[in-house]
T-cell receptor
């Protein structure tokens, strides 16, 4: 596709359930980032992948959060045993080089009830 | 560790007046600097970037930004604000290591 694609666009889940959020980056982009944005607030860094290197997981808020990137392309962010404070918009971005702009998907709005 | 600071949570300006949204950064090595805009219920859109060269960079929608190495700043500017510029603005920094760090965002309110 032409842009970064995220699915689902909206997800409502019950507290305690696991969720998977998907990001399909722009083809050829080696760097992929996950951020979290609470309503109208700033971007909280979660994790980033760079090529075949080990991901930088320094932003993951707890061990309930994990992410993988298969084949250097699609990435999945998994949240286990969701809590109400996990409710936010989860944004994915990709880019090709450090001196190029990152392109963002439209995000997944997660609501934990 | 990299960091980006946007010291103002909100900037208010009257339509037609110049606007400035401030950003300072801390990056090892040569910085790559970016500005993004987010309209309500929309994704982040790229506005402009500084990589190297001229300190004044021009971007979309009449925005420009000035890179100041000594002050480690990259302020976003526009000579004449429009009501439609009202949005959330994010500054971001990177270096050769590819980590992309964002500031906390500044809400710009342009009043008629």
């Amino acid at each position: 596709g032409a842009g970064v694609s995220q699915s689902p666009s909206n997800k409502v889940t019950e507290k305690g359930k696991d969720v998977e959020l998907r990001c399909d980056p722009i083809s050829g982009h080696t760097a992929l980032y996950w951020y979290r944005q609470s309503l109208g607030q700033g971007l909280e860094f979660l994790i980033y992948f760079q090529g075949n290197s080990a991901p930088d997981k320094s932003g993951l808020p707890s061990d309930r959060f994990s992410a993988e990137r298969t084949g250097g392309s699609v990435s999945t962010l998994t949240i286990q045993r969701t809590q109400q404070e996990d409710s936010a918009v989860y944004l994915c971005a990709s880019r090709s080089q450090p001196n190029t702009e990152a392109f963002f998907g439209q995000g997944t709005r997660l609501t934990v009830v | 560790a990299q960091s980006v600071a946007q010291p103002e949570d909100q900037v208010n300006v009257a339509e037609g007046n110049p606007l400035t949204v401030k950003c300072t950064y801390s990056v090892s090595g040569n910085p790559y600097l970016f500005w993004y805009v987010q309209y309500p219920n929309r994704g982040l859109q790229f506005l402009l970037k500084y990589i190297t060269g001229d300190n004044l960079v021009k971007g979309s929608y009449g925005f420009e930004a000035e890179f100041n190495k000594s002050q480690t700043s990259f302020h976003l500017k526009k000579p004449s604000a429009l009501v439609s510029d009202s949005a959330l603005y994010f500054c971001a920094a990177s270096n050769a290591g590819n980590m992309l760090t964002f500031g906390g965002g500044t809400r710009l309110m342009v009043k008629p």
